[in-house]
């Protein structure tokens, strides 16, 4: 079945630090693909999002780039905020082979001043 | 705000029990999806609706249940409640199928 994978962290950061969080996924069909953030005590918001092969997904500072032949939606920022400090996860959404949404474990990111 | 209601927002309740949670999904979106997050098993997708009727099933359990009412609004009816059962429950809803899902603020239960 459709399956997500990102690295779990946690991961820890200086403020104005480079930011990547690796996403790859398995899909039968051709999903379209979201990464998602939870605040602490909050709950998930959308950050960006990517449809179709190519597309780049972008929001706050943050870019994805669909890459269909890595099979990969990575989470970039060039320089994070102690206000990025959450959790981010990266999903996809096939309905025509399955369960429409999956998400990825969550990667907790800490951003320090 | 999301526009997606749950409710209610905290619950303690002891082993045994059943309780009810609710979900409003935003306006207009005809699928509602039901997760539990723990802190061990991150978010796990237990079941959607769409117009009413059962539209995929994860990993509930046979002690949850849920429904989706003729006003699109949703219950999860958890029963025989055990201390593993302690989690933060969401609701998020959708347009339609592959839309965007939008995530209520969840309701946090604690089996004592």
């Known amino acids: 079945g459709d399956s997500v994978t990102q690295m779990e962290g946690p991961v820890t950061l200086s403020e104005e630090a480079f930011l990547t969080i690796n996403c790859t996924y398995t899909?039968?069909?051709?999903?379209?693909l979201f990464w998602y953030v939870q605040y602490p005590g909050e709950g998930l918001q959308l950050l960006l999002k990517a449809t179709k092969a190519d597309d780049k997904g972008s929001n706050k500072g943050f870019e994805a780039t669909y890459r269909k032949e890595t099979t990969s939606f990575h989470l970039e920022k060039g320089s994070v905020q102690v206000s990025d400090s959450a959790v981010y996860f990266c999903a996809l959404s096939d309905r025509d082979y399955g369960q429409n949404f999956v998400f990825g474990p969550g990667t907790r990111l800490s951003v320090l001043p | 705000d999301s526009g997606v209601t749950q409710t209610p927002k905290h619950l303690i309740t002891a082993t045994g029990q059943r309780v009810t949670l609710r979900c409003s999904p935003r306006s207009g979106d005809l699928s509602v999806y039901w997760y539990q997050q723990s802190l061990d098993q991150g978010l796990q997708f237990l079941i959607q609706y769409y117009n009413g009727e059962e539209r995929a099933k994860g990993n509930i359990l046979e002690r949850f249940s849920a429904q989706q009412f003729p006003d699109l609004h949703s219950e999860l009816n958890l029963s025989s409640l055990e201390l593993g059962d302690s989690a933060l429950y969401f609701c998020?809803?959708?347009?339609?199928?592959?839309?965007?899902?939008?995530f209520g603020e969840g309701s946090w239960l604690t089996v004592v």
């Open positions: 899909a039968t069909g051709y999903p379209s």
């Open positions: 998020a809803s959708s347009l339609r199928d592959r839309n965007t899902i939008y």
